[in-house]
């Protein structure tokens, strides 16, 4: 799959096409008192329109019929600290999980381990090196339990890193959604984190249904794009299913007029990936797709989703969703409105541009 899609006659973008001044007081670092207490901001890109709301009022937005797919991915307990046999401190941010014992992370230490070296994480956890892969290791978990049981019990949440405080009891809850059920990610599905189960059940009472894909969300999505040209930046690569029953469900959906809505950036990812041929297939798979204004959007109508970094990947799947001057008015109005940023900000809730 081409790093990036876009339309033969669209100008060349750049990376400051999608910069913008954010003020720092406006990245949240804390979750709402509840979940459903975020501010929603509602673009109707093809109308022009923005309209300030809450998101306990997103059943108003609804109708029977509609779909809403949700990425029901769980983070895992991801980070970890340990030495090396030198005596070294190393830090470990597990990237994927590959089976029972082994795992691709990232490594931070004064000095690269080298494959066949002993690690000692969280003064218990033995573990080898077995090679190192671009930025990536792959590491051996010794013993016989298994790596998604032991890091539960000694690795700590990985938040994101513009989020500054200590993971605790709160995080541990609220950066997770309700709905999380395939452990695997290292990030959470963040637009996710708004619905509560009362949420769901007064959807559901309403005739809206729900489906499900799972993407395991990665650190890449954290990293910044280093290259003025976006078309030469290189996505990371993600694992995704998309169950057969999502895939019906998204047919009779459209077949009988509701409209299909992605919850977050991740489930669009997972099902614009899962249509790449053109047609909406049921399985499992491995995504770098990056998507670029002038991309074609094949499988929803609508986006629930944060607010994302400047210059970010996810700013520009959404320019792409809504159009390049839409997001740039929503966003100048999000800041002037004091809208709260990242992962445990406030929602938007977009239209696609036709």
Same mark, same amino acid.
């Given at each position: ?28 670092q804390f979750p709402a008192e509840q979940r ?5 901001? $509602? ?19 609804? =109708? ?19 030495? =090396? ?46 090679? =190192? ?41 609220? $950066? ?107 399985? $499992? ?70």
């Amino acid at each position: 799959m081409p790093a990036s899609i876009k339309g033969s006659d669209a100008p060349p973008l750049t990376l400051a096409d999608f910069d913008f001044a954010l003020p720092d007081e406006l990245i949240a670092q804390f979750p709402a008192e509840q979940r459903r207490h975020s501010r929603l901001l $509602y673009l109707d890109a093809p109308a022009n329109k923005l309209r300030d709301d809450f998101f306990r009022h997103l059943p108003v937005f609804l =109708k029977a019929g509609d779909l809403l797919v949700f990425n029901n991915t769980r983070v895992i307990k991801a980070r970890l600290h340990g030495t =090396k046999a030198s005596g070294g401190k190393i830090e470990v941010l597990v990237e994927r999980v590959l089976d029972a014992h082994h795992v691709l992370a990232h490594i931070r230490a004064s000095h690269s381990p080298q494959p066949g070296s002993a690690l000692l994480l969280e003064n218990c956890l033995a573990v080898t090196v077995i090679e =190192k892969n671009g930025a990536l290791y792959r590491l051996r978990f010794e013993g016989d339990e298994s790596v998604l049981d032991l890091l539960e019990r000694h690795g700590s949440l990985p938040l994101p890193p513009y989020i500054t405080h200590t993971p605790d009891a709160v995080d541990e809850t609220r $950066y997770q959604t309700v709905y999380a059920r395939e452990p695997g990610a290292v990030a959470a599905p963040t637009a996710g984190l708004h619905f509560d189960e009362a949420m769901l059940a007064e959807l559901e009472a309403m005739g809206v249904r729900t489906a499900y894909v799972t993407l395991h969300v990665g650190a890449g999505t954290f990293q910044p794009v280093r290259v003025d040209n976006i078309a030469e930046h290189q996505m990371h690569s993600e694992c995704y299913q998309v169950p057969q029953a999502t895939v019906d469900a998204i047919a009779r959906a459209k077949a009988e007029g509701g409209r299909v809505m992605a919850v977050g950036t991740t489930s669009l990812r997972a099902l614009e990936s899962a249509a790449a041929d053109g047609e909406l297939k049921a399985g $499992y798979g491995e995504t770098s797709i990056f998507i670029t204004p002038g991309y074609r959007f094949r499988v929803v109508e609508r986006l629930l989703t944060n607010f994302h970094l400047p210059k970010s990947t996810l700013l520009m799947l959404v320019s792409a969703f809504a159009g390049m001057d839409n997001i740039r008015r929503a966003y100048q109005h999000a800041v002037e409105q004091r809208y709260r940023f990242f992962s445990y900000g406030d929602a938007m809730l977009i239209e696609r541009q036709s």
